[in-house]
């Protein structure tokens, strides 16, 4: 059995980490350099840097952040926000960035996943999928939005994920926008219905709010790795504590060492 992964999150703007609920009201959490630091210490199995006003701002990613982050931490860093050609790949893979998230322009161009599969390789492209449930009874579901949660594509979320997959993306960061940020716990219909849908992993990501919360999407929801934020952020939780809880329920983790 493949080991599951706790992986926290570092939304960045304007150069600091920030936290906030169904994408808005956001709130300041600290220096993205001091936290990765302290999350590869700590034990974390991955770590993902996403820069969330980047395509909004319609600037690419902050380079030099990107790279004094990568210089703290040993473990692998996803680095998304603002990618949008083939070059932004490269340059975030050159600043330290082991695997690069790419949202909104994939939705724009999905030929740039085929592409940048095809030359750095499937196991470094993740494809972000932020999703939000339609309120149509008749027609029930997800939806993809881009644009850091602005803009409703009207696409269906399973199907863009089956799509993504067939053109070569070798992970899916799923998030619900119902959950973020709630901590009332992840949207295991949501999460779960992706990863039966695919056969590469899938990282659940919005709603942490406890370590059941944890477990129940590792488990119920398909998820191979949990994505955290304001719940490690804020001091709520250790990455310790999570893996001692997962570790006494037999699940197989990566070992704090």
């Known amino acids: ?14 150069g600091r980490v920030v936290k906030g609920v169904n994408f808005v009201d956001i709130k300041d959490a600290g220096d993205p350099v001091e936290l990765a630091k302290a999350y590869n210490d700590a034990g974390a199995d991955e770590l993902a840097f996403l820069d969330i006003t980047a395509t909004h701002e319609g600037r690419s990613t902050i380079i030099d952040v990107v790279y004094r982050t990568a210089e703290q931490v040993f473990i692998p860093l996803t680095v998304g926000g603002g990618i949008q050609s083939l070059e932004n790949v490269k340059d975030l893979l050159r600043a330290g960035a082991d695997k690069v998230s790419i949202n909104s322009a994939a939705v724009r161009n999905p030929d740039l996943i085929n592409q940048a599969s095809d ?3 499937n196991q470094c492209i993740v494809i972000a999928i932020d999703a939000r449930q339609r309120k149509d009874s008749n027609n029930p579901g997800w939806d993809v939005y881009v644009r850091g949660g602005r803009e409703n594509t009207g ?7 089956q799509e993504v997959e067939k053109r070569g993306a ?4 799923v998030t619900s926008m119902d ?3 709630t901590q009332a716990g992840y949207d295991l219909e949501l999460t779960r219905a992706i990863a039966q849908s695919v056969e590469i992993p899938v990282i659940a990501s919005g709603g942490a709010g406890n370590c059941q919360h944890i477990y129940e999407v590792l488990t119920t929801g398909k998820a191979e790795t949990a994505l955290l934020a304001s719940l490690l952020h804020y ?3 250790t990455v310790t504590e999570i893996k001692d ?13």
């Open 119 to 121: 030359r750095f390789g």
């Open 245 to 257: 809880y997962l570790s006494d329920r037999q699940l197989a983790i990566r070992p704090v060492s």
């Open 170 to 173: 070798g992970e899916l960061l």
């Open 155 to 161: 696409i269906d979320a399973l199907r863009w994920a």
């Open 1 to 14: 059995m493949l080991a599951k992964r706790i992986l926290p999150c570092l939304d960045v703007k304007a």
């Open 235 to 237: 001091g709520q939780i």
């Open 179 to 181: 959950a973020d940020g």
